[in-house]
Nanobody
């Protein structure tokens, strides 16, 4: 199985920025489309962003479009989520996930591999 480990979460003031990283191991990273999801207390895990195997195609949830950027470096087996202009409502546990395939997937249940998550807290 693909093992995913997120890092980069923490506490930031509203309007600030964070960059999350997700390091993959165990399988060929470039065989997978990658996604970022988040889950706030009492809410369902929601789609945030996704990227195809090469990094040439990306998709974003409307709530983060224009503020967040997903990217990947296949040579480093790592996917990133750059988060700018953070808002208190962005507070959540952020998860990276892998889907075996070359086509971008935005539906939670299509992802077969998940990291443990990293906490992002945005103060007002």
């Amino acid at each position: 199985q693909v093992h995913l480990v997120e890092s980069g979460g923490g506490l930031v003031q509203a309007g600030g920025s964070l960059r999350l990283s997700c390091a993959a191991s165990g399988r060929t990273f470039s065989d997978y489309a990658m996604g970022w999801f988040r889950q706030a207390p009492g809410k369902e895990r929601e789609f945030i962003a996704a990227i195809n195997w090469s990094g040439g195609t990306t998709y974003y949830a409307d709530s983060v479009k224009g503020r967040f950027t997903i990217s990947r470096d296949n040579a480093k087996n790592t996917v990133y989520l750059q988060m700018n202009s953070l808002k208190p409502e962005d507070t959540a546990v952020y998860y990276c996930a892998a889907h075996y395939g070359m086509i971008v997937v935005t539906i939670r249940t299509e992802y077969g591999y998940w990291g443990q998550g990293t906490q992002v807290t945005v103060s007002s």
